[in-house]
């Protein structure tokens, strides 16, 4: 979009953006969390610990979440290369990975918070708030670039029908 930002019609698209990116980031938070505790303590007990559960977890909600972004946050942007988004939006969540896996790395193993709950409000609550917050932007800027989304229609603005 180009030109003045601050109209109506923008803030409803934006509006519509980010809760349409946080419904599905919304999906992918719940299939993380739930696979990272199904991994953490039926799949993955024991040696692997709460990190190989995060990093499992992560990979499994990147499919669910690409597919949401793609079909439903930014289904109006095309894509010069699918490959490219593709390669883009795995770098991105790895990054974002990293965020969740350094928080909770930093409470498990360095503040020697180890229980469930502690695992879980670092890694699920803090690590995913930050990922999603650079996600965001980083999606927006770099990956889903391929064009604008449908223009929604100003009501603001004359009525075409009624000014001829």
Known sequence: MHGDRSGPSWRRLADREV????????AGYITDVAAFNWLR????????????AKVGAVAIATVVT????????WRGRGS???R???ALFAVF????????????????DVLGLTSRLADNLSGNVLGVGLGTAFRYWTYRRFVF????????????????????
Do not use: C, K, M
Not at 19 to 26: R, S
């Open 19 to 26: 809760a349409t990116f946080l419904a599905v980031g919304g």
């Open 41 to 52: 303590d039926a799949a993955l007990p024991g040696t692997h610990g709460p990190l190989a």
């Open 66 to 73: 690409y597919l949401g972004n793609r079909l439903l946050t």
């Open 80 to 82: 010069a290369s699918r």
């Open 84 to 86: 490219r988004e593709v």
């Open 93 to 108: 969540n790895v990054v974002g990975l990293l965020i969740s896996v350094l928080t909770l790395a930093l409470t498990h």
């Open 145 to 164: 670039v391929g064009g604008e989304p449908p223009a929604q229609p100003d009501h603001e603005q004359a009525d075409p029908l009624l000014t001829r």
